[in-house]
């Protein structure tokens, strides 16, 4: 089984899915270049969900291939999969969801320490981004005496501490009130720029849109199109869309 032709990092190739009979991906095809900050949106119930799962391998489309670099992700085994979104993917979602038993820094910390990451190079790759977050004085702390947003925040800092090569987060800021939604994204969008991690943001939200290099719109299962082309960063090839 060979590549699709093309450069892109992270791609799917004529995604139909339907969940018990109703279709809610049809004939989505993209693809997302390396260091390349995708925007998903559209209306509720319109697919993002969804796509964001088959990207990432928790789902395997009806039809239609999801493939990362070379690796065909959508034929890979359970197992495989599971190591495929350890190695290379961070994940947030749009609640936070954090291991009770363990602090804030052992959760951000998380993804490296089941890499194998040495604890204290994890704990400090952690720390980092909850600094970032101004939440180090409470690293300590465990989820329950976090506020809500803190911990949405301990869910951002954990995607980008591993430094995956890909983040896939599904509506990331609604957990938070603007100013801290503003600073979410900033240091999303700062760690995917300076680290070069390609990120797929699937949101409904304008403003939220608006950090990406491209936007992609998902209505009804349908990808409609480029629905804005942002001026293209400093060395980022275009996104690729096509249905
Ligand atoms: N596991 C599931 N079982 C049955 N139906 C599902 C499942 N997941 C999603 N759906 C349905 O599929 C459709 C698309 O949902 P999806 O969550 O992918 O869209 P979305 O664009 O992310 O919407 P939202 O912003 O509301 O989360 C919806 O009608 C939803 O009810």
């Given at each position: ?13 004529g ?10 991906l049809?004939?989505?095809t ?5 260091g ?14 969804t ?5 990432s ?7 239609g ?7 065909p ?15 290379h ?11 009770p038993?363990?602090?804030a820094?052992?959760?951000?910390a998380?993804p ?6 040495p604890r204290r ?19 300590r702390?465990?989820p329950?005496?976090l ?12 995607a ?13 800021t ?11 994204l900033?240091?999303?969008?700062s ?12 949101t409904?939200?304008a ?9 992609v719109?998902?209505?009804d299962?349908?990808a409609d199109?480029?629905a804005?082309?942002?001026p ?6 275009a996104c690729?869309?096509?249905?």
């Amino acid at each position: 089984m060979a590549a699709p032709p093309d450069n892109d990092l992270l791609r799917a190739v004529g995604l139909h899915h339907a969940h018990h009979g109703s279709p809610v991906l049809t004939d989505v095809t993209l693809g997302v270049r390396a260091g390349e900050i995708l925007a998903v949106t559209g209306p509720r119930a319109g697919g993002k969900t969804t796509l964001l799962h088959c990207l990432s391998g928790q789902l395997v489309p009806d039809t239609g291939e999801i493939w990362f670099d070379e690796m065909p992700v959508h034929s890979l085994t359970l197992s495989q999969r599971e190591r495929f979104r350890r190695e290379h993917l961070g994940w947030i979602d749009s609640e936070p969801h954090l291991v009770p038993e363990l602090s804030a820094w052992e959760n951000a910390a998380l993804p490296l320490l089941l890499r194998g990451t040495p604890r204290r190079a994890a704990k400090a790759a952690a720390m980092e981004w909850l600094d970032r977050f101004d939440l180090g004085p409470l690293a300590r702390k465990r989820p329950h005496a976090l506020a809500y947003a803190q911990r949405q925040q301990v869910c951002v800092a954990r995607a980008i501490a591993m430094e995956p090569a890909v983040i896939l987060a599904d509506e990331p800021t609604v957990a938070l009130r603007r100013p801290g939604r503003a600073h979410a994204l900033r240091t999303l969008t700062s760690a995917a720029r300076s680290h070069d991690i390609t990120v797929v943001i699937a949101t409904s939200d304008a403003d939220t849109a608006s950090v990406a290099d491209r936007t992609v719109r998902l209505s009804d299962g349908r990808a409609d199109g480029e629905a804005s082309d942002a001026p293209e960063q400093e060395g980022r090839a275009a996104c690729s869309l096509s249905v």
